[in-house]
């Protein structure tokens, strides 16, 4: 069995490039890619990633039902990137386009979560019985002010209490801070 290398930091931390880097050299790598081209800002930023990366590697874009859509691929593949849980979290977040998060209830909250972090157990079962290493990248949301509004105040929660369960999980963690990686979890 590979590890899971679980890898963090904030915006612009240079986590990507870091967790591409890990699998530098390396040509049958399962790019699992969570971002939506939901406009212009997003579209410019997926074209740089795909511009970065092996051309080589296969992709695969989704962000749920990981165990069915990674299994697919992962045969033939020796290691795999997830990129990345919080832009799932978002996605997961905002599919109902009717819910009003300013007035959202403890229930509703709840509900959401649970479907996250069920997506998170699955990512993170199939990342253990994959072969080969699996690299997973999220955003550390924690590290600032508290957010204003209830959506991004939930976010925050949501999103944080998924990092611990992968961290936990994880063999490696890495915690990226201006394009370094601090190892804060594993062998030294």
Not at 22 to 39: E, H, N, R, S
Request: glycine share 6%; with cysteine; charged share 25%.
């Amino acid at each position: 069995m590979g590890k899971l290398i679980f890898v963090t930091g904030g915006a612009r931390s240079g986590k990507s490039k870091f967790s591409e880097d890990l699998l530098k050299g390396i040509d049958d790598v399962l790019y699992a890619a969570t971002a939506i081209p939901f406009d212009n800002e997003m579209e410019n930023r997926i074209r740089i990633h795909k511009e970065r990366r092996n051309p080589l590697w296969k992709t695969v874009e989704g962000y749920s039902a990981f165990a069915k859509n990674l299994s697919d691929y992962t045969v033939s593949c020796s290691s795999l990137l997830f990129e990345c849980v919080t832009i799932m979290v978002t996605n997961f977040m905002l599919e109902d386009r009717d819910l009003d998060w300013d007035n959202i209830t403890a229930n509703e909250v709840n509900f959401i979560e649970q479907k996250i972090h069920s997506e998170v157990d699955e990512l993170i079962k199939s990342a253990k019985e994959f072969s080969g290493n699996a690299v997973i990248v999220s955003n550390e949301t924690g590290m600032g002010i508290i957010p204003v509004s209830p959506l991004s105040r939930h976010f925050s929660d949501i999103a944080g209490r998924a990092n611990q369960k992968l961290a936990a999980s994880a063999d490696e963690v890495y915690f990226t801070v201006s394009g370094i990686p601090i190892k804060i979890k594993g062998e030294k």
